[in-house]
């Protein structure tokens, strides 16, 4: 009875997986076949020819390119000052005393309960008083040091014991030593979740560059390819769109297997916390 259930349930991971992994196929499929072909119809995921021409397009495409190079720039710069930021800041909420520590951590538990839509427009004034829009520092000032973040790691640098501390103490190490040379290598699962969701987010992120990059060659490659969706897919085909969709996926497919391993041990540490 019990393998009969396991039976039962792995069809019905696999009936879930193949609803999940269609669309996927099918944008891969679309980018593969000839733009006349797709005119005629675009259902299915298999056709009777195959053809890279889209993809040689991108490649002579300037603005995919320079979006693409954008795209690196704020995901990179957004993952290294975040995970510099929260790892101190997490550090320093959960194994330092100084005044105001509750109010500060209460301030941070508050911003994790404030959507991200209702700070848009103050945002968008500041910058504009303070001439940043269409530039990086508004990409990427808006992304880092989260109070996500901050808590994530927080918590992980909370529940490690105090004897490694005072050890460490012991040995003449001070605050920052420890933090440095103790605290981060054991913190590297939960640096390696923080730093791969603040990759995907900040690649993926697309109503801030919306609004923030009224100049083109200042989109990321989200914006630019919602853009072509409107102004290319007659003129350069439904393939060349789908290319587009299926290169700007491949970095954060690239960045999860490389760094699986990671965030599967950040995921199963939590867990036994």
């Known amino acids: 009875m019990k393998l009969n259930a396991d039976k039962i349930g792995l069809l019905i991971i696999v009936v879930l997986a193949f609803f999940w992994v269609y669309p996927l196929l099918w944008i891969l499929s679309l980018s ?11 259902d299915g995921i298999f056709a009777s020819s195959y053809t890279l021409e889209n993809f040689a397009s991108i490649i002579r495409s300037p603005g995919v390119i320079h979006w693409t190079f954008n795209s690196f720039v704020v995901a990179v710069a957004s993952t290294i000052f975040t995970l510099i930021l929260s790892s101190l800041g997490g550090y320093a909420l959960a194994k330092l005393n100084f005044i105001g520590k509750k109010v500060i951590f209460i301030y941070i538990f508050i911003g994790m309960l404030i959507p991200g839509l209702s700070i848009v427009v103050p945002l968008y004034l500041n910058f504009a008083d303070w001439g940043l829009h ?9 992304k880092i040091a989260g109070p996500m973040g901050i808590f994530l790691m927080y918590q992980f640098f909370k529940a490690i014991p105090k004897e490694i501390e005072e050890a460490a103490v012991l040995d003449g190490a001070g605050d920052f ?5 103790v605290m981060l290598p054991m913190a590297k699962p939960a640096l390696a979740t923080l730093g791969i969701f603040t990759f995907l987010g900040a690649w993926n992120e697309y109503l801030w560059t919306l609004i923030s ?3 083109s060659d200042m989109y990321t490659l989200t914006v630019g390819i919602a853009n072509m969706q409107t102004f290319f897919s007659q003129s350069e085909g439904i393939g060349f769109v789908a290319a587009s969709a299926v290169v700007s996926s491949l970095p954060v497919i690239a960045i999860y297997v490389i760094f ?3 965030i599967l041990d950040g995921v199963s540490m939590s867990g036994d916390k």
């Open 32 to 42: 593969l076949r000839d733009n006349a072909a797709l005119f005629v119809s675009t």
């Open 134 to 142: 269409n530039s990086f520092t508004s990409l990427i000032v808006t």
């Open 177 to 181: 030593k420890i933090f440095l040379n």
């Open 213 to 215: 990059s009224t100049n």
């Open 260 to 262: 699986q391993k990671h």
